[in-house]
């Protein structure tokens, strides 16, 4: 499976963006997939998960009830759409499967949130 994220930017606090990760093959549907990030000096963190049906999702305490994670199976995509962005929340974005212990990584993907 190769995956590819899009959709950072710069927002200011307050904002929304929707990251979107591309997955190549036959088999994403087979996988959970899952959103980490890693903020500059930081180590890489869960975000959100979501099974392979996209019906049982998983969140980190820091992102819940403002990131909201979905997939669509037919289009081999899963999306991250983040409301109420936090300077806190500034680093690059990967998707990743199998969220549990990761075989396969996106690019990345810039998010930066000004105060």
């Known amino acids: 499976v190769q995956l590819q994220a899009s959709g950072g930017g710069l927002v200011q606090a307050g904002g929304s963006l929707r990251l979107s990760c591309a997955a190549s093959?036959?088999?994403?549907?087979?996988?959970?997939m899952g959103w980490f990030r890693q903020a500059p000096g930081k180590e890489r963190e869960f975000v959100a998960s979501t099974s392979r049906s996209g019906v049982i999702t998983q969140y980190a305490d820091s992102v819940k009830g403002r990131f909201t994670i979905s997939r669509d199976n037919a289009k081999n995509t899963v999306h991250l759409q983040m409301n109420s962005l936090e300077p806190d929340d500034t680093g690059v974005y990967y998707c990743?499967?199998?969220?549990?212990?990761?075989?396969?990584w996106g690019q990345g993907t810039l998010v930066t949130v000004s105060s």
């Open positions: 093959g036959r088999t994403f549907s087979t996988y959970r």
């Open positions: 990743a499967a199998p969220p549990s212990r990761p075989h396969y």
